[in-house]
């Protein structure tokens, strides 16, 4: 006898991208709508080894949020050419590419385990392809959840008439501004993935993530809403203007910013407590980078030379690069850790500035707080938060000819931490910290845009 399904509960899937940061924003979104909808069931879909890391570090998970798992698109080792690990991009690929099926399965996992019928689809818009097609399919809405920077979704909106004008034109100057994408002119064609420039007949070239990207100006006007992590405040009324001419729904519900940083197994706030007002260079490249040895060395030379003190979040691996020497040399003003509580750094009092490879999360975190920025953007959309941070915010500097070395790095730490020059940085960071707060606020347009969020799930 088949199963009948109950259509009294509401049941939402979550689908998540497994890669880098976006699991861990896409649950802070899940865990606040399933607190803020208690009598709605969350099936959070991802991979069994991201779902391990997220749900064995978050604590106080709701209960109406369900890990399923789905698989990661990697056929078995034997059949795998070439040697593993396999690298990020190809991983990204093999998920995309079986992510259809793969998910259509686990989907019907979570109806069979919850016994209610889906309601509606969030998913994170780098699988915005395939979640669409489900949502058409189960003829539920759909809802995509822009991960990264929001000024970072509108390439992907013009990537045709980026091509025509940039790459099909000319050979592409890198300094060129990008004046005709509405409210970003401060970008330049150097800031942009190099998915985004491809020319024409150069199709060959593009991966199944960066064709799903392109697609966004067809699959989100489709969608019910999207998302943004940010606040409207933060943005060029022009940009939010294009944006939501082309949607059905634009929502800000502001970033996830809170983490568990509450535990700090290497000291590093009792280490800050005894360091001066505004002194300390606080340095991260996130989870995912991993920056070039001469680099290291070059971090390590102007650190060492500056006599700035330093907490410095390093991975053991990258540690054991840094030049013979430098660790216990600098003992006495530095400490470097695997891992930081990063929210509660930047929101201590002694830190003066933040040395980061401008992630989503490490961008918003410093505007939060107050902190300026010195940016050494690698991949993805940190050109774009780079560029943001510097030329639209006004609150730090990017690394000279975009790499670090130790004369730049000096006149960069010199520059934010103690000339005069500066001073508009400092002042800037504080004022938009002080935005972030007032948008942030139970009256501002964010908490009205998360009730609206909450509205059209638990109308589904």
Known sequence: MATVLSDDGKHVVVIAFPFGSHP??????????????????????????????????????????????????????????????????VLVDLFLQASLENLEQAIDLAVKSTNQRVACILSDTFVSSPSLSLSHKLNVPYIAAWPSLSISVSPHFYTHLIRQKITNSHEPNKNTYLDFLPGLSHLRVEDLPPDVLLKTGEEHKETVFSKILASSGQVLPQARALVLCSYEELDPPLFVQDLKSKLKSLLYIGPPLSRPDSADPNGCLPWLDKQGSRSVVYISFGTVVAPPQQELVEVSEALEASGFPFLWSLKDDQKRLLPNGFVEGTSMIGKIVPWAPQTQVLAHGSVGVFVTHCGSNSVMEGLANGVPM???????????????????????????????????????????????????????????????????????????????LVEIITSS
């Open 24 to 89: 861990l924003a896409l649950l802070n979104q899940a865990i606040r709508l399933a607190r803020a909808a208690p009598n709605i069931a969350f099936s959070f879909i991802n991979t069994e080894k991201s779902n391990q890391s997220l749900f064995s570090k978050q604590p106080n998970i709701p209960q109406n949020i369900k890990p399923y798992t789905v698989s990661d698109g990697v056929p078995d080792q034997d059949h795998v050419p070439g040697t593993l690990p396999l690298p990020g991009p």
């Open 374 to 452: 010195i940016c050494r953007p690698f991949f993805g959309d940190h050109g774009m938060a780079a560029r943001t941070v510097v030329d639209l915010w006004r609150i730090g500097v990017k690394t000279q000819g975009g790499v670090f070395t130790k004369s730049g790095l000096l006149q960069s730490l010199n520059l934010i931490l103690v000339e005069e020059q500066g001073k508009e940085i400092r002042e800037n960071a504080l004022k938009m910290k002080k935005t972030m707060q007032i948008a942030g606020g139970a009256d501002g347009k964010a908490a009205q845009d998360f009730k609206t």
